[in-house]
């Protein structure tokens, strides 16, 4: 089942609604700045493994500077956990998956499992 925002009409009416957006003077830089908070995201976690020695960083954060980078990996997990259900992902968060394995990401804590996707190394 294809997800419904690669449908031909939806995509269609999101482009129209991006030039009407840049038209009026708005900024249509909504998916960049989600990569630059990603980006954000994971050279936070590469301080956090180097002050730590590994990339398992707790949900819940006391510590003020990885409070944001808990919720993060949470959120990644879930994206990785929804991909091994089945859930077709872009070619971008494949990559992302690829990135956070290479510097010792565990998708998997405890007793979680994944049943076996591994198209995106």
Same mark, same amino acid.
């Given at each position: 089942?294809?997800?419904?925002?690669?449908?031909?009409?939806?995509?269609?009416?999101?482009?129209? @609604?991006?030039?009407?957006?840049?038209?009026?003077?708005?900024?249509?830089?909504?998916?960049?700045?989600?990569?630059?908070?990603?980006?954000?995201?994971?050279?936070?976690?590469?301080?956090?493994?180097?002050?730590?020695?590994?990339?398992?960083?707790?949900?819940?954060?006391?510590?003020?500077?990885?409070?944001?980078?808990?919720?993060?990996?949470?959120?990644? @997990?879930?994206?990785?956990?929804?991909?091994?259900?089945?859930?077709?992902?872009?070619?971008?968060?494949?990559?992302?998956?690829?990135?956070?394995?290479?510097?010792?990401?565990?998708?998997?804590?405890?007793?979680?499992?994944?049943?076996?996707?591994?198209?995106?190394?």
């Amino acid at each position: 089942k294809e997800p419904l925002n690669n449908h031909p009409d939806v995509q269609l009416r999101l482009r129209e @609604r991006m030039k009407m957006l840049k038209s009026i003077g708005l900024d249509s830089s909504l998916g960049q700045d989600r990569r630059a908070k990603w980006e954000e995201q994971f050279a936070l976690l590469l301080r956090y493994r180097e002050a730590y020695g590994h990339c398992d960083v707790p949900t819940i954060y006391t510590n003020e500077e990885y409070r944001s980078l808990g919720r993060w990996v949470s959120s990644q @997990r879930m994206n990785h956990r929804r991909f091994c259900d089945g859930e077709r992902v872009s070619e971008e968060l494949r990559s992302r998956f690829r990135r956070l394995m290479d510097v010792g990401f565990n998708f998997v804590i405890g007793s979680g499992r994944c049943k076996g996707r591994a198209e995106h190394r």
